[in-house]
């Protein structure tokens, strides 16, 4: 962040023109209290000469990754019929859809298939869902790579897979698929 000046003996730092970090002998300056649009510049005094060097700023921008609306918690559907997860988020760069067949114990990392689309999107689309997708989870993980932020998880969405209609007849039972 700081050129380093060939005669410096001190530096100071300032947040939006007020001194954040009082002359020390280090060109170095951490915090964590920075919020988006503030300018960081930094005094570079020299000593000898009387002579002080002001750097031109940086601006930061504060990037806060989070999930605003989380996926539903669960949706009941008929087999062979699309399910869809959403999300709406702030600052995020980065989705990975996840789901859970043993109640989420155990989450596995979804692909972009025949059995799904969206795997790495805001939206998740479970396609022509059958019954052995009933009463799985999804979730999906949220980060902000540019900023190095940590995986968020969104909450779990389960699934609930219903046969269309049923016919019976003499102690036998068939499932019937509506086209």
Request: with cysteine.
């Amino acid at each position: 962040m700081v050129k380093k000046h060939s005669k410096a003996v001190a530096y100071e730092f300032y947040i939006n023109g007020i001194s954040a970090q009082a002359e020390s002998a280090s060109n170095t300056f951490t915090t964590s209290s920075l919020a988006d649009g503030d300018l960081v510049t930094v005094r570079a005094l020299d000593n000898l000469n009387g002579c002080d060097t002001f750097s031109s700023g940086i601006t930061m921008t504060v990037v806060t990754p989070s999930i605003l609306i989380q996926p539903v918690l669960s949706q009941s559907i008929f087999a062979g019929v699309d399910a869809v997860y959403t999300v709406v988020t702030s600052d995020v760069d980065t989705f990975q859809w996840q789901v859970s067949t043993d109640g989420g114990v155990v989450f596995n990392t979804i692909s972009d298939g025949i059995f799904y689309s969206g795997a790495t999107t805001a939206s998740l689309t479970v396609l022509s869902a059958d019954i052995d997708k009933n009463n799985t989870l999804y979730r999906v993980l949220t980060s902000n790579i540019a900023a190095g932020c940590l995986l968020e998880n969104s909450t779990n969405g389960a699934l609930l897979v219903n046969v269309r209609s049923v016919i019976s007849n003499r102690r036998i039972t068939y499932s019937v698929k509506k086209n």
